[in-house]
């Protein structure tokens, strides 16, 4: 569903003529992360409860670049409460990203949803790296004591991405399936429009994307 929804959204930006690299991969400069950089990390991963070293990601998957713009849809999964401790840390008051006060409101207000979408094994405990890092998962569902290692490893790498991007050169555009578009006079979610949009609506979407890159 992920692809599926990304697709519309190149689609949108191809209707308009907009040079876009899919699927682009950003190779991790690990001298930039020393010092500083790899601090900032580090007291994420501690407070998340990480064990022994924080590891760094070895390339960024991006969906989508326009530019020096990386595109990132963030599927229901992304909003609970490891995201938003996430967003309350040093990375987020040293460097500034346009979505974060919308994330930490999303973050406390749609955590419900969350349950519903991450419960799945491969989300709620994660590759094994999510245990070696932040132990042994709960019961799915159950967030007293551990919580979700899964999570809390997929808030950690969406730190990364953000901290990555920008000291590498690029500023990255967090798209949450929870924005809305006004469509036909109405708001309307984009998780719903990009599943069987119409050339009307996609055009709709690509001026909304556009917008986004001149903020």
Known sequence: MHKQKTETLIQALDLEKIDIEPGFELEVRQKHL????????NE??????????????????????????????DDAY???????????????????FQ?????????RSHERECLLSGLQERIWEGPPLAGQCFG?????????????????????NDVQYDLISRLQGYRIIRI???????????????????LSPNEATLKAIATWLLRKTAH
């Open 34 to 41: 020393e010092g500083k950089g790899k601090e900032l990390l």
């Open 44 to 73: 994420v991963y501690t407070e998340l409860g990480g064990n022994d070293k924080s590891p760094i990601l070895g390339r960024l998957k991006i969906d989508f670049k326009v530019g020096r713009h990386f595109f990132v849809y």
């Open 78 to 96: 992304h909003f609970n409460r490891y995201r938003l401790q996430t967003l309350k840390s040093a990375v987020y008051s040293v460097f500034n």
């Open 99 to 107: 979505w974060k006060t919308q994330y930490l409101r999303l973050c």
């Open 136 to 156: 042994r998962s709960e019961e799915p569902g159950d967030l007293s004591g551990n919580g979700s290692s899964g999570w809390k490893l997929n808030a950690y």
């Open 176 to 194: 949450p399936a929870y924005e809305n578009l006004m469509i036909g006079g109405s708001l309307k979610k984009i998780d719903q429009l990009l």
